[in-house]
């Protein structure tokens, strides 16, 4: 995809760490640590894409709001580390083993309210709200999932809470600043915030699926690590209604044992697998494409609308 | 002082729960366990006053942009108990130890963003552009203070730094952003920013100074605490270029023991004594209220202006 050339990725690099100014040395180098660990800067390029559908090409003030978002990601992965106890993020050793807790939070602090500067800087009061309430999100998000560690009686109400704060929110924002920095009017952000929120769902939905049935090279941790970690996610969740009294308490006791049998694993997996979960979260991902693609009608047709829609279906095409 | 008077105490009080809105039920539960665990309020209070002595009176938008000014004190006391470890906040135990530090970071990061979200919708974009700029130095000077722990030759200008991240520039804001709301000049605005950042200064001096002279009682912990920690505060910097090389030695020797004797703390307390450390902290805080005052001189007489000149005097006041 264009939108994802190696050109566009080469600026974003370069604005990321343009915009990562601080008086304070090891600030610049924590910052840089994390974010030369690379990702897939999907939330800049979705900002850029947004404004360059409106626009046609990106204006210099695009960029600082871009990473802005990227920023904000970071941070929150920052303190997702110290909040998971996280060893390793994306085949390096994570931030808060290399520079202690105490660092990362702070560096995090730092992040956030770098991003939030910026807007006030090339942004304007529109795009701070709805960025500050994505963030509002994310972290009651977080803070849910973690509540809800163990409980196998987590209403679908609440999951889709905990998705929306883990990816979509944050998704949703990008479109919607873009769009605000293209000119868009309040329903083309509305519709750019919903094209977001609803890939970002569709996203987590396949993440949580792969969890399940990748393997451990390509994950980068063993199968099944959700519930290992005591978390039911959607194909777990979407045949729970399935399940006999006694395969419902099997599958309690796994999710709350501290260090979980494989075999007992295997087995609740086994469960998933045969009642039709993973089907039912392909399924429920590809709602939620299809609900982000009919968002993009509010567009002017373009070759960058083209690749937004290209760029929801690749997330249920992702390699399993 | 009228400023500090139960009625307004207690509006503060009221708004700082009314403001504080999740859907997830136990943030407002963690928030108001630290919330309710008291403060002096004098950030709310500083954004109030600053606009009534522009405007004669609050409006309400006044409230929420106060108690914004308070959720972002709180985050960053959360933060900072989860940085430090900390066992107890207030006489309370503090939220980590009652949380975890999981939950404590991601309430501080909600509690942060809540805060900016509140400036989104009865703020403007000057005052997030300020707002923002201090929560970036309030981390990177926490963070400096953690690099510079046990390292003698920290400079003067870094231990300013460090002083202004702690307490200063939120102080700053708050009075920028109350003038703000009072519909104050620019200029104006800077002045009230730099009483700010004086009185919290002068305020952190006289924490530091505090922290050799008073009791174990009235601190809340050991006397010579940051000593302990390897913290360099002013009373012993002031000093460092009087003392021998010797006796820097056995300073420096002592700021990187992990668990210091008590006779050797107060061997370097008595250097510092002896050396009219305290004097110079105390000259040094002085000062800073003086420069407070004199930005007072661009605001109109009132009584609030009187009783701003007497919350800068106060502070060198505290009981010793």
Redesign the interface.
């Given at each position: 995809m264009k939108i994802l050339s190696r050109e566009v990725l080469k600026e974003i690099e370069n604005k990321l760490s343009y915009y990562m100014d601080?008086?304070?040395e090891?600030?610049l180098k924590i910052g840089n640590y994390i974010l030369e660990s690379g990702g897939k800067r999907l939330r800049p390029v979705l900002v850029l894409t947004f404004s360059k559908l409106l626009k046609g090409e990106n204006e210099e003030r695009d960029f600082p709001i871009a990473v802005a978002m990227e920023y904000l990601h970071t941070a929150?992965l920052l303190?997702d580390d110290?909040?998971?106890g996280a060893d390793k993020r994306r085949g390096k050793p994570s931030a808060n083993r290399v520079f202690g807790?105490?660092?990362t939070?702070?560096?995090g602090?730092?992040m956030?309210?770098?991003a939030?500067?910026l807007?006030?800087?090339y942004g304007?009061?529109?795009m701070?709200?709805n960025v500050?309430?994505a963030?509002?999100r994310?972290?009651?998000g977080?803070?849910?999932e973690?509540?809800k560690i163990g409980d196998i009686d987590i209403k679908e109400e609440d999951y889709f809470?905990i998705l929306e704060g883990k990816t979509a929110v944050l998704f949703g924002s990008c479109c919607y600043v873009g769009t605000a920095l293209g000119d868009g009017t309040q329903e083309q952000k509305i519709s750019a915030y919903n094209y977001g929120l609803s890939i970002g769902l569709a996203f987590q939905l396949i993440d949580d699926l792969l969890d399940y049935v990748s393997n451990e090279k390509k994950l980068g941790k063993p199968v099944c690590n959700d519930l290992r970690e005591g978390k039911v996610t959607y194909p777990l969740l979407s045949v729970l209604n399935d399940l006999t009294e006694e395969e419902k308490e099997f599958v309690k006791k796994v999710l709350r044992e501290i260090n979980p049998d494989k075999e007992h694993i295997n087995k609740v997996k086994d469960m998933v697998k045969s009642k039709g979960g993973f089907e039912k979260t392909l399924i429920k991902a590809k709602e939620f494409v299809n609900t982000a693609v009919k968002e993009l009608e509010n567009f002017p047709d373009s070759e960058y609308l083209k690749e937004l829609e290209d760029l929801a279906k690749y997330i249920v095409e992702r390699e399993f």
């Open positions: 601080s008086e304070v090891f600030i929150s303190h110290v909040v998971d807790n105490d660092t939070v702070l560096t602090d730092y956030y309210a770098n939030l500067y807007f006030s800087i304007d009061i529109d701070i709200k500050s309430d963030v509002k994310m972290s009651e977080q803070l849910l973690l509540k809470k």
